[in-house]
C-alpha cells in the first residue's frame, strides 16, 4: 500500500491518498530511496496533496538519507523548472525550517536562486530565510544565481544582502554604506 501512497502523491490525487490513508498506509512510510509521501507530491507542487498529508500528521521536517525534506523539494523542481510558492508556505506554516540543509550544505533559498525561480526566492527572504547562508563550498544563494545570470533573482538577493549590511563588493560591515550601482548589459556589442 505504500507504493500506491507514493503514487497518489506524485500525481496529486489528494482523495485517494485520504482513502490510503483512511485504510491504515502509514503517512511516515518511505521509498527505496527514503523519500515521504509528503517529499512526492512537495516535489510535484501538488497543494491539496500536501494539506491532506499534513493533516493526518506527516512530518514536515522529515528527512531523506541526502537530507532532502518537503520544502527543499517543494523549493525548485528541476523536471518542471520551477518550485511552488504555495506549498512552501503550507509547509511552512506547519513549522517546516526554511533553512534545513541538504547534501553539500545547500538549503532551499540556495536551490530556488539556482534555478532561477524569483518569486520562491522572494517569498523566502520575505519569510526570513538566511540570505548569507553559504555551502560547504563556501557558495551563497546570490553566487548561485550570479553563475547562470539569473538577473530577477540576483537583484532581490543583492537587496536583500544590502539590507543587512553586505556592501556591493561582498564585505559586511556594521554600518550601511552607500552600494555603488551596478549596471548590468545583457545587449550584444555592435559589430560595426
Known amino acids: 500500500m505504500p507504493q ?16 490510503l490513508l483512511e485504510a491504515g498506509t502509514p503517512h511516515s512510510a518511505t521509498d527505496d530511496a527514503g523519500e515521504t509521501a509528503l517529499m512526492h507530491a512537495a516535489h510535484g507542487g501538488h ?19 541526502q ?9 525548485y523542481n528541476g523536471d518542471t523548472e520551477r518550485g511552488y510558492v504555495g506549498v512552501i508556505e503550507v509547509l511552512h506554516q506547519a513549522g517546516a ?5 541538504i547534501f553539500f550544505g545547500i538549503t532551499p533559498l540556495m536551490l530556488a536562486a539556482g534555478g532561477g525561480d524569483a518569486p520562491v526566492v522572494e ?8 540570505v548569507l547562508a553559504a555551502n560547504e563550498g563556501g557558495r551563497t544563494a546570490r553566487m548561485m544565481a550570479d553563475d547562470k545570470y539569473y538577473v530577477d533573482v ?6 536583500a544582502e544590502q539590507q543587512l549590511g553586505v556592501t556591493v563588493d561582498g564585505s559586511c560591515s556594521s554600518t550601511r ?9 545583457l545587449m550584444k556589442p555592435s559589430t560595426h
Open 47 to 65: 497543494l491539496e496533496a500536501v494539506e491532506v498529508l499534513i493533516a493526518a500528521g506527516a512530518d514536515v521536517n522529515a528527512k531523506s538519507p
Open 4 to 19: 500506491e501512497l507514493f503514487a497518489a502523491a506524485q500525481s496529486g490525487d489528494a482523495d485517494q491518498i485520504k482513502k
Open 154 to 159: 540576483i537583484n532581490l538577493l543583492h537587496e
Open 123 to 130: 517569498w523566502l527572504i520575505n519569510a526570513g530565510a538566511d
Open 67 to 75: 537530507g532532502w525534506t518537503a520544502l527543499a523539494k517543494a523549493a
Open 177 to 185: 554604506g552607500v552600494a555603488k550601482p551596478q549596471v548590468v548589459n
Open 97 to 101: 525550517s526554511l533553512d534545513e540543509r
